[in-house]
């Protein structure tokens, strides 16, 4: 089975009309618990994905219009074969997503370019000079899907490091080491002793967003430290710890990286998102494969999250009482640290379940979204 964003979208078209007035009401219990009655609608400025893979000119049609139904704007993720390392590739990548976008979405697709041993000075200042570029992704080489590219010392990226932070842009980093003697579970806490206090010691003004937070190390290193340091954080490492990954058998459709960690991170992460913490804000990670590059015997890393987006990150919040913050995290701090205005519509989420489908068309195949088959109890209204 397979459905388009569109028809999606219609299927959950909403009879309620949009209120501003929620009935959420937080009292705090015994053992200091907050309990939350539930809210039946919230609405919310228009929000943000600050981390999106919506891959190349084959597929990113069937995946554009899920993000764009919701969200304004994307950062839009460089990994693709081969990788999108110049302003120039980023403006025709560019043109591609808002085209896949039904114009009355109003979405704008915003760039980071691929950074590499090789990335120039001269390339950084062409980046800034485009008015879509926001920053270089730094991955380190062999962390993550299609990462051969990468950045295989920091040391040789050091000249672009520094143009980057003289001209304001911004560095989104993947954050973790990839040394084979390195568990897979420890390679973000190690990364940021190894690879980023180093480098923000060498380069302290450089603005940085660790990308896809998944441990406490990392929640509790960027709440400490200063203003030029934020974090993304995905709906997956908010809602599931790696239990899922095992649950009755291997798990294909819970595998990303950073991979999913243990409860206490899960909670820590959880807490810093909705925290009211302006240094944390929303970013997706919504990476699509095809389903038989995930259900194989070397499955890629990557959760498709798009076409629930806001409703997955409404349960996280939610199950911490926390619904209250989550503007602030979907809709202000990105758009705030990015020196972006904020939105002016708004999107409203209704109390209203819905069955995710197996899956979606995706290119010449398909791909099996987060909750494939399950109730979300949130809706977006159309
Ligand atoms: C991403 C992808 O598939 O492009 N995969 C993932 O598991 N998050 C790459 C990335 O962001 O690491
Ligand atoms: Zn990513």
Not at 43 to 68: E, I
Not at 70 to 85: D, G, Q, S, W, Y
Not at 166 to 186: I, K, R, S, Y
Request: with cysteine; aromatic share 8%; glycine share 6%.
């Amino acid at each position: 089975m397979s459905a388009t964003p569109r028809s999606v979208a219609r299927a959950l078209t909403s009879t309620f009309r949009p209120r501003r007035v929620t009935t959420t009401r937080s009292t705090v219990g015994k053992r200091g618990v907050v309990r939350t009655r539930a809210a039946s609608s919230l609405t919310l400025t228009r929000p943000d994905d600050w981390h999106l893979h919506v891959r190349d000119a084959s597929k990113l049609g069937d995946v554009v219009p899920f993000t764009s139904a919701t969200f304004k704007r994307a950062l839009i993720m460089p990994n693709l074969t081969p990788p999108v390392r110049t302003a120039e590739e980023a403006g025709k990548y560019r043109d591609l997503i808002a085209a896949a976008a039904p114009a009355s979405d109003g979405f704008e697709p915003h760039m980071t370019l691929y950074l590499t041993d090789n990335t120039t000075v001269e390339q950084v200042e062409a980046a800034h000079a485009s008015g879509f570029v926001r920053g270089y992704k730094l991955y380190p080489a062999g962390a993550t899907t299609n990462s051969e590219y990468g950045v295989t010392d920091v040391a040789k990226a050091q000249k672009a490091i520094e143009k980057i932070a003289e001209l304001g842009m911004v560095l989104q980093v993947h954050g973790e080491v990839t040394h084979a003697n390195v568990d897979v579970f420890d390679r973000e806490a190690k990364f940021i002793k190894e690879v980023l206090i180093p480098l923000l010691d060498r380069a302290p003004e450089l603005r940085v967003v660790m990308e896809h937070i998944t441990t406490r190390d990392a929640a509790e290193f960027v709440a400490a430290a200063p203003e030029n340091i934020a974090a993304t954080v995905t709906p997956q490492h908010m809602l599931f710890n790696r239990n899922a990954l095992f649950k009755g058998g291997i798990r294909p459709h819970f595998y990303c990286l950073p991979i999913l960690k243990r409860e206490e991170h899960r909670e820590a992460v959880l807490a810093a998102a909705s925290s009211g913490n302006k240094k944390f804000f929303l970013g997706t990670d919504s990476a699509p494969h095809p389903k038989g590059a995930k259900e194989a015997a070397c499955g890629c890393a990557g959760i498709f999250s798009a076409h629930a987006a806001l409703p997955f990150y409404a349960m996280a919040f939610e199950s911490v009482g926390a619904l209250d913050k989550l503007e602030g995290f979907a809709s202000h701090n990105g758009a705030d640290f990015y020196r972006l205005p904020r939105n002016t519509e708004t999107v409203t989420l209704e109390k209203k379940a819905w069955k995710v489908p197996d899956e979606y068309k995706f290119g010449d195949s398909v791909v099996v979204p987060f909750y494939a088959g399950e109730e979300v109890p949130w809706t977006v209204a159309a």
